[in-house]
């Protein structure tokens, strides 16, 4: 089996918005919509308090509330862990937004573009059935899903990786799958200390944190809607 997961080593995170910036620029997202966003938390109490960056985005949940609500049937987990929408069966009705901890969806309707009228690369680039529809992160699925044709390796091979990943100045983010032992993630989190967010709620994140230092993380930031 195959399950893709991405660790985020939050403690090499400037807040530079690269991947933020990237995955606007990958998947043509309208203004307003952040499929990624980097969180700038403020963490413990006077005199001992800290500033962390905390990249977020959709969980990619294991028991994703979103896909249980859904009345349509399109909000869908894959067998290889990568939680996704089907556009063309969305009604855009919000529930899955609604049942998101993390925030990470958002309803496109209208599309804008950012100058008006749409730029050639938007055009290119804006998948069209979004439109109306509920949207998140995919994990570039569009990207991991050519590996099957080129024989390369997700979170090896910048092709078949997700842009943000791709994109990171400073090595926070890393993907890979989750069942072999002998991946990037898979490593990390054997030898470093890791939580998920919000773990409390059962949801089963494949999305893994490394942070140094015991740190409380404000829970009302990390779960506040779009």
Known sequence: MTHWAMVVEAYKCTGCQ?????????????????WRRVLDLEVGEYPNVRRVFL???????????CVSVCPTGASRRR???????DYDVCA??????????????????????YYGEPTEYEL????????????????????????????????????????????????????GDLDDPESEVSRILRSKKNFRLLEELRTKPSVYYVLEGEIVLPTEQVAAEP
């Open 79 to 85: 067998d290889d862990g990568i939680v996704y929408i």
């Open 124 to 175: 290119n680039k804006f998948d069209r059935r979004m439109e109306g529809a509920a949207s998140k992160c995919t994990f570039c699925m569009h990207r991991v899903d050519r590996a099957g044709e080129t024989g390369k390796k997700p979170g090896v091979d910048p092709e078949v990786t997700p842009m943000c990943v791709n994109a990171c100045p400073a090595g926070v983010l890393h993907f």
């Open 92 to 113: 855009g009705c919000g529930l899955c937004a609604l049942s998101c901890p993390y925030g990470a969806r958002w309803l496109i309707k209208p599309y804008e573009f």
């Open 18 to 34: 690269t991947c933020t910036t990237a995955c606007k620029v990958e998947n043509a997202t309208p203004p307003g919509v952040y």
């Open 55 to 65: 990249p977020t985005q959709c969980m990619h949940c294991e028991d994703p509330p």
